[in-house]
């Protein structure tokens, strides 16, 4: 699935693009400002940035040119300021396209398709966090480059949680997202499963967090 990392201080805005970009098949991840989005090119891969210009603590700008010195990842500019120089200079770090503000959605989403068929972007097979990574077609896990032993529904329940990162998740979601809605067991079997899951993929498996009174959490923190 194609992996787009979204950069706003603006929830509203983020929150647009993530739906949107669901139903375009984009797995979407969101970083509330410059410091988070380059934290998170740091420790994972994307196929596309969208960057806000105004955000607190690193401006859209900087975050920019350092996320370039990381990754050679298409980048997209959203801003509510139209001068000619914040364009130019967007262009001049080589960002791949500039929105201002307000957009439409669906334009955004035509352009991000525009310039994923440009780079010729096409969904990863793998997913990866820090020393883990989850190959979906071989349906391999590698755990600091060694081959980990995941039953079926251990694979299944791990890149769920890769996929909803940071979010806290119910055991009956858990269970109709990866058993299927017609699994009629108990939720504790959420609860084996996982503890199974975090001895298989240890020492990541303490970033699957115990969410109390809710369920769990792949919390990248």
Same mark, same amino acid.
């Given at each position: ?11 509203? #805005? ?26 998170m090119?740091?420790?994972?891969? +994307? ?13 859209? +700008? ?13 980048v #997209? ?51 990866? +966090? ?9 349906? $391999? ?19 769920? +949680? ?11 979601r ?28 240890d ?7 115990? $969410? ?10």
């Amino acid at each position: 699935m194609i992996r787009i990392l979204i950069a706003d201080d603006e929830e509203k #805005i983020r929150t647009v693009v993530r739906e949107y970009g669901r139903i375009n098949n984009y797995d979407v991840y969101e970083a509330g400002d410059g410091e988070e989005a380059i934290r998170m090119v740091e420790s994972d891969h +994307f196929d596309l940035v969208i960057l806000d210009i105004m955000m607190p603590n690193l401006d859209g +700008f900087t975050a920019c040119r350092l996320i370039k010195q990381k990754q050679d990842v298409p980048v #997209i500019m959203l801003s509510a300021r139209t001068e000619e120089y914040d364009k130019l200079l967007g262009f001049e770090l080589g960002i791949d396209d500039y929105v201002t503000k307000p957009f439409s959605p669906k334009e955004l989403m035509a352009r991000i398709k525009v310039i994923l068929e440009r780079h010729k972007v096409r969904p990863s097979e793998s997913v990866v +966090f820090k020393g883990l990574e989850v190959n979906e077609s071989a349906h $391999v896990v590698k755990v600091d480059g060694k081959e980990a032993r995941l039953t079926n529904k251990e694979f299944e329940l791990l890149v769920y +949680f890769l996929k909803n990162r940071n979010i806290a998740l119910t055991r009956s979601r858990i269970l109709n997202e990866v058993w299927g809605y017609k699994f009629y067991g108990d939720e504790r079997t959420v609860d084996t499963h996982v503890k199974m899951l975090r001895q298989s993929i240890d020492p990541y498996g303490e970033y699957i967090t115990t $969410v109390r009174g809710v369920g769990y959490k792949f919390n990248e923190d």
